[in-house]
Each structure stands twice: as structure tokens, then as C-alpha cells.
């Protein structure tokens, strides 16, 4: 079945540690994936896109790596912050212009 | 701009009775989308629209759901009859194009209904 995993539901980090969630992917062949945030109560916000074509994009202290072949996307926050607390949701296109999220990551960041 | 608007923000509603969900996009945006987020299933797309038109309506549950988007600047999701498993958070977002090419999705702060 075509499955879309992120790696834990929640992730405990230190604060300015870097804070890495993992994306898994099966049975797509998508042309790009986005990133996004959500705080409770709220509805999700993007963060990034990356195409198939592109190894890595970075935004500020934001970085997402797409690897086609092991069919995984990394985000990473570097020098993280309490303020970066959050659930983190990454998304596929599946093709048809329509995209699928998975459960999201809760991040704590740890004062 | 104010964003994408969804209204009410809670519905608490009895199991039977019909529920209507609103939602304005974000002015020139031409795609909209339904979503459906809960705790054991996540964020799941229920339809889209482009131009109006619903282009994949697939992820919709069952017959007791139906959504309408009479103009560019207005849609509605509605349940009739309702069920306690409806209970959720219901999403509107709006894009500037179609998922296919990689527009970005601005969604709404969503309605949190209980069904009981």
C-alpha cells in the first residue's frame, strides 16, 4: 500500500542542538515534497518545497535533503530554539495535483 | 489580506442533525482544498476544487458529505446527517494553482467539530 511515515511521533531536543525528523516514503515517485509547521490550534503553515531534482534547500536555519533512491526527505533546525517547538508535517506529491501528509513530528525544543 | 476564513471555529452539534462548514480563500487563489485532521488518521484531503470546479472528490467518506463552491470566493462543506466519527478538525485551504506543480497551500485556522 502507498504509505508516507514520519520517524517518531514526538522529539525531545536541547536547545541550540540541531533537531533532525525524518520523511519515509513508499510506492511514489513524486516530483517534490513540501515541509510544513503547525501549532496547536492552528492550521499548518509552509516552510519549504523540494523537487525531485534538488538535493538540498535551506532557508535561514532550516535545511531539507530529498534522497529519491533510499525515498527519504531530512528537515533539519539548526541552533534550535524554544520558539521552535511545534508539529512538523512533511507532504508528497502523489501525482493527479493532489499531495498527501504524513502524521507530522512533535518537536520539543528543551530550554 | 486576512487570509483563508473558516467558519464557525466549533460546532458542537448532536449525532443526526446537519452540519454546514464555510470557508473564503484567499482573494485571486483559484484552488481549494477540504482537509480532515485527526488524531488516528491525520491530515486527510477529502476534495479539491479548482475554478470553482471540484476536480477529486475521492477522499469524501461517504454520501452524507457533500461541498459546494458557488463562486471564487466561497465554499461549503456540509455532513447531513452527522455521526460521532465525524468529530475532527475540518481545514479549508487555498492555493494559487494546482498540488501538481508545487504551489503552496495557505490553510484556514479550521472548525473543530463534535459530533455527539
Known amino acids: 500500500s502507498q504509505k508516507i511515515e514520519q520517524n517518531s511521533e514526538a522529539l525531545n531536543i536541547q536547545e541550540g542542538k540541531t533537531a533532525t525528523l525524518t520523511c519515509n516514503y513508499t510506492?511514489?515517485?513524486?516530483?517534490?515534497l513540501q515541509w510544513y509547521r503547525q501549532d496547536p490550534g492552528r492550521g499548518p503553515v509552509f516552510l519549504l518545497l523540494?523537487?525531485?531534482?534538488?538535493k538540498e534547500k535551506r532557508k535561514e536555519r532550516l535545511k531539507v535533503t530529498f534522497d529519491t533512491t533510499l525515498k527519504q526527505s531530512l528537515f533539519h533546525i539548526t541552533a534550535s530554539q524554544p520558539a521552535d517547538s511545534a508539529t512538523y508535517l512533511c507532504?508528497?506529491?502523489?501525482?493527479?495535483?493532489?499531495?498527501?501528509f504524513g502524521k507530522g513530528t512533535r518537536l520539543h525544543i528543551l530550554p | 489580506d486576512a487570509g483563508v476564513i473558516q467558519s464557525p471555529r466549533h460546532e458542537v452539534t448532536e449525532m443526526g442533525q446537519e452540519v454546514t462548514l464555510r470557508c473564503k480563500p484567499i482573494?485571486?487563489?483559484?484552488?481549494l482544498f477540504w482537509y480532515r485532521q485527526t488524531m488516528m488518521r491525520g491530515l486527510e484531503l477529502l476534495i479539491y476544487?479548482?475554478?470553482?470546479?471540484?476536480?477529486?472528490d475521492s477522499g469524501m467518506p461517504e454520501d452524507r458529505f457533500s461541498a459546494k463552491m458557488p463562486n471564487a470566493s466561497f465554499s461549503t462543506l456540509k455532513i447531513q446527517p452527522s455521526e460521532p466519527r465525524d468529530s475532527a478538525v475540518y481545514f479549508c485551504?487555498?492555493?494559487?494553482?494546482?498540488?501538481?506543480?508545487?504551489?503552496?497551500?495557505?490553510f484556514g485556522p479550521g472548525t473543530r467539530l463534535t459530533v455527539l
Open positions: 510506492n511514489y515517485s513524486p516530483a517534490y
Open positions: 482573494s485571486g487563489h483559484n484552488s
Open positions: 476544487f479548482n475554478n470553482n470546479v471540484p476536480i477529486d
Open positions: 507532504a508528497l506529491d502523489i501525482g493527479n495535483d493532489k499531495i498527501i
Open positions: 485551504a487555498s492555493s494559487l494553482g494546482l498540488a501538481g506543480a508545487g504551489y503552496e497551500q495557505f
Open positions: 523540494i523537487r525531485e531534482n534538488e
